[in-house]
């Protein structure tokens, strides 16, 4: 081969320089196209369901958020915090619950009366009244208004129950009222509740019910009917 021809051969046009420059551009973008297949592909990030998210963010959720009792009721037992609820509601007081009740049934006497709540959760005396011949009536008693609902009959008492109860009124020398007075003179609080029982041996007894404001306890004094004596005493903390 002749030097001319060698010559020739090693002469390249500019186009041939310029098509050369692309296919190398292009056999290295299908090498990097290449490489690139061979990462794995991302997984999509599963759905949390309903119960998964709420759980979640449960756990996630600030102090502000969680279930701790609140400040009004920390510390307090369910039934502290249901007496810090219901008293204070209560704008008619044992005092006038019973009179309210008494004047529905004439000539009937107070045997019992309770703080409750109703159905739709507003407070209300339950109260018991019995007639001159021993036969009970319930009175509802709107501890808000006052008012005093229509009087309905006991249908569980039977004769036997309506003799015992006249004697244990007959031989009741201290009132309703007086026992109460009793009991709030032992210690500051709200009357919740007073009934006439009676002890083993057959003696009237009243009991007495009296919550005390801050730490909401219940303490029950069970006080003679014949002579007004305190005769026990029991705190109920829980």
Known sequence: MNSEQNST??????????????????????????????????????VASDASASASA????????????SSSTAGLTEDQAERQQLVPAAKVDHQK????????????????????????????????????????QKVKVDAV???????????????????????????A????????????????GTVTAVELDDTADGKPLWKVDLVTPGNWDKTTYDIDATDGKVVREHVDRD
Do not use: Y
């Open 9 to 46: 051969r090693n002469r390249i046009s500019p186009k041939t320089h310029t098509g050369l420059a692309l296919c190398g551009f292009a056999a290295a973008a299908l090498l990097l196209a290449g490489c690139g297949n061979d990462e794995p592909k991302a997984q999509p990030t599963p």
């Open 58 to 69: 449960s756990a996630t959720a600030s102090p502000s958020m969680s279930a701790s009792p």
């Open 97 to 136: 619950a019973g009179t309210a009740a008494e004047a529905r049934v004439s000539g009937s006497k107070l045997v019992s009366a309770e703080l409750k709540r109703t159905r739709d959760g507003a407070p209300e005396w339950e109260t018991e009244v019995a007639a001159s011949d021993g036969a009970v």
């Open 145 to 171: 208004s006052g008012e005093a609902a229509q009087p309905r009959a006991d249908a569980d008492q039977d004769v036997e129950d309506r003799r015992k109860l006249t004697a244990r009124l007959a031989a």
């Open 173 to 188: 020398k201290v009132t309703w009222e007086k026992a109460a007075t009793t009991a709030k003179d032992r210690k500051q």
